[in-house]
């Protein structure tokens, strides 16, 4: 996941690799004891059965599930001082929104995620899921229940099955199955002949990049984070698997706030919220429709690749 610009700091692809997956499934967030009794303990007092906890919260270790807001309060960030990249930057995030983030390349769309995922610290300013500022919590906390689907596809060596499986250790078959429906992957199994078990060599070669896409869709899926950073692909596909994506990418981000790096506007229409950013800072904000009407940075980034489609 990178943006030409900022390609000497795209620890999101490095971090990713390293841990294995191209989905950063959940840490446990939020482990630190706390010594007032929980909601779950005062009923196991009084004698009423306790809550059972969703999965997302077993996994995540909370009490409760994270709802997604994130806001950046006048941050300022840069790699290096004396290059400012993100300055006085503002925005808002409600739970469950898509934001898509286009702009040209080295505008600073990575940078913006990196610094979600804390990557990077800020350099001045705050950055709060929930209201919590990120910055005094672990970044292990943090990235504990945020989800990474990038460009770059990672699947290994192994079924099909066992690769959707790897979103969350010790889910059912049920549960497995609904995360390959969910996201289409189900579809293209039945044409293969050993289905489910088909097996993945090293290179993926004996799968398409489409299908690569939908099968880190769906893990990412069955791992049910609350929060989700899309890269989306740019490697050529047919415009049947093409529109499988969108819709297998639709099924992931409902419910989830969720940070897309567009590439193609296209694609992102029905995004909740658009931030278009040139030179580290948002100059446009707003819907698709709003956007357009106001005939500025976003408009014209939209008539070109309009244009360049024509051609």
Same mark, same amino acid.
């Given at each position: 996941m990178t943006d030409d610009g900022d390609s000497g700091h795209g620890n999101a692809s490095a971090v990713s690799t390293r841990s294995g997956s191209s989905f950063l499934g959940p840490d446990r967030l939020n482990q630190r004891e706390d010594s007032t009794l929980g909601p779950? =303990? +005062?009923?196991?007092? %009084?004698?009423?059965?306790?809550?059972?906890?969703? !999965?997302?919260?077993e996994r995540a270790g909370v009490s409760r599930d994270v709802k997604g807001r994130i806001e950046f309060e006048h941050v300022d960030f840069s790699y290096s001082p004396d290059t400012e990249l993100i300055r006085d930057l503002n925005l808002v995030a409600e739970p469950g929104q898509t934001v898509a983030i286009v702009g040209p390349t080295g505008a600073g769309k990575t940078t913006l995620v990196n610094l979600i995922m804390r990557f990077y610290d800020i350099n001045s300013g705050k950055i709060t899921i929930d209201g919590v500022d990120i910055a005094t919590l672990p970044r292990?906390?943090?990235?504990?229940?945020?989800?990474?689907?990038?460009?770059?596809?990672?699947?290994?060596?192994?079924?099909?099955?066992?690769?959707?499986?790897?979103? =969350? +250790?010790?889910?059912? %078959?049920?549960?497995?199955?609904?995360?390959?429906? !969910?996201?289409?992957?189900?579809?293209?199994?039945?044409?293969?002949?050993?289905?489910?078990?088909?097996?993945?060599?090293?290179?993926?070669?004996?799968?398409s990049a489409g299908e690569k896409q939908l099968i880190t869709i769906a893990r990412a899926f069955l791992a049910d984070p609350a929060l989700l950073i899309l890269d989306e692909a740019t490697s050529s596909v047919d415009t049947r698997t093409e529109l499988l994506l969108q819709h297998a990418m639709a099924a992931l981000r409902t419910g989830r706030t969720s940070f897309v790096i567009a590439h193609r506007l296209s694609t992102i229409r029905d995004a909740d919220l658009i931030l278009v950013m040139q030179d580290g800072a948002i100059v446009e904000k707003g819907n698709h429709e709003e956007l357009i009407a106001a005939e500025g940075a976003y408009f014209d980034l939209y008539q070109s690749q309009f244009a360049a489609a024509i051609e």
């Open positions: 779950d =303990r +005062l009923n196991q007092r %009084d004698g009423t059965p306790p809550r059972v906890p969703s !999965a997302r919260e292990g906390e943090v990235r504990g229940n945020i989800g990474m689907v990038l460009q770059d596809t990672w699947l290994f060596g192994g079924t099909i099955w066992d690769n959707i499986a790897y979103g =969350r +250790l010790g889910a059912t %078959d049920e549960e497995i199955l609904e995360a390959a429906k !969910a996201t289409f992957v189900d579809r293209f199994v039945h044409s293969l002949p050993d289905g489910y078990e088909t097996v993945i060599d090293e290179e993926g070669s004996n799968v």
